[in-house]
């Protein structure tokens, strides 16, 4: 694909991945091209990427996150995102709005970015798909399948006849699924493990650490054990709630990240995880609301 020097070349098919020379850990990512007979499209373009090796016809963003539109800027070809997220994509502003931040988070976080990211104000050329969008490349096609959960417009999409399907931020990692954003939701996420797992393919690429898995047997393993992560943090919150606890103890008791985990955007997403928990848990009878502001197990 000519003059990479970030990132590392493999084939799957009419699909080239660009893994991350970084292994692929935010700020970084897995950056996935699809090569048809008539048309080229770029999913995700990362951090390492800091030009467009393809001449990309389309670029298609499965979230509105820093990390999925850091090589945006390289792209004269038309962007897409799902209805969902293009808002964000379109506006760096909105985007941060995505993390419900008190303003002082706000201020760190959007340093952060600025510093990591170099990103404009935003693409507000970007255009809005649905799920069953589909990108006619010749002899190749990408179907974008809308996965909600980690951001509410959070996309995956399955190239055929390549039989690759790429599942973004279900990233598989060991750290968990994420949903922290004011727009993120535990029962979506699960609904979306759930819509992946129903999918054969004969690789499965995500956007961060793990990259590419080869076939649906390892991939639904792998599955199992990501998605347990969301069971576990909610057991080890019950637990939590043998005594009356606050938003503010819960946020100090951590159920995402370690206790020495010091990131402007670590108490939002604490904030965030605990409050779509206690909602679950108050849905099924299995805690309740205190005089004090808190909740305790029943
Ligand atoms: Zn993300």
Request: overall charge negative.
């Amino acid at each position: 694909m000519g003059m990479a020097s970030n990132f590392r070349e493999t084939r799957f098919d009419d699909v080239t991945v660009l893994a991350s020379s970084h292994g692929g850990a935010f700020p970084y990512g897995n950056t996935v091209v699809v090569t048809g007979s008539q048309a080229r499209l770029v999913i995700d373009p990362s951090l390492d990427i800091d030009h467009d090796p393809v001449g990309a016809d389309a670029v298609m963003i499965s979230h509105a996150h820093e990390d999925h539109i850091a090589g945006l800027k390289h792209f004269t070809g038309d962007k897409y995102a799902h209805h969902a997220d293009v808002d964000g994509v379109r506006s760096l502003q909105v985007l941060l709005d995505g993390y419900g931040l008190t303003s002082e988070e706000r201020h760190a976080v959007d340093a952060q970015i600025g510093d990591q990211f170099a990103l404009p104000d935003g693409f507000p050329e970007a255009i809005g798909v649905g799920d069953g969008h589909v990108f006619d490349l010749g002899d190749a096609s990408a179907t974008v399948i809308h996965l909600p959960g980690h951001t509410a417009g959070h996309c995956g999409v399955l190239i055929e006849p390549a039989g690759f399907l790429y599942v973004a931020d279900i990233d598989l990692t060991s750290f968990g699924p994420m949903y922290g954003d004011v727009g993120s939701s535990v029962e979506d996420f699960l609904m979306s493990i759930e819509s992946v797992r129903a999918i054969d393919a004969r690789w499965y690429g995500t956007f961060h650490q793990k990259g590419v898995i080869d076939g649906s047997a390892e991939f639904r393993r792998r599955l199992d054990a990501y998605a347990a992560v969301i069971h576990r943090r909610e057991e080890r919150l019950l637990e939590f709630l043998a005594r009356p606890r606050t938003i503010p103890d819960i946020v100090a008791h951590r159920l995402v990240y370690r206790p020495h985990v010091e990131l402007p955007f670590v108490d939002a997403v604490e904030r965030r995880t605990a409050q779509l928990h206690l909602e679950r848990l108050e849905a099924h009878d299995q805690i309740i609301s205190t005089d004090g502001g808190g909740f305790v197990r029943r």
